[in-house]
């Protein structure tokens, strides 16, 4: 399943840095994050639950990055 959430985030290199770590949470197939569009592709492995993926998603790019925002 594919999903895409709008996100809020301050440059191009930061937009980067949230896209490696959505692709790098258990659960997630794919991610692209487009800087321009301000707009999260997510790809979802087989079976996955969709909120609790999304949740550690957020944590995790928070981790990296910890002024953006992702809207669920």
Request: glycine fraction near 2%; charged fraction near 40%; include cysteine.
């Amino acid at each position: 399943m594919k999903k895409t959430y709008e996100i809020e985030v301050d440059c191009a290199n930061c937009a980067n840095k949230m896209e490696d770590a959505a692709k790098k949470t258990a659960g997630v197939k794919d991610a692209t994050v487009n800087f321009m569009t301000l707009k999260m592709n997510v790809e979802f492995e087989d079976g996955a639950d969709v909120k609790a993926v999304m949740k550690e998603v957020k944590k995790n790019c928070k981790k990296v990055e910890d002024d953006c925002e992702i809207f669920l």
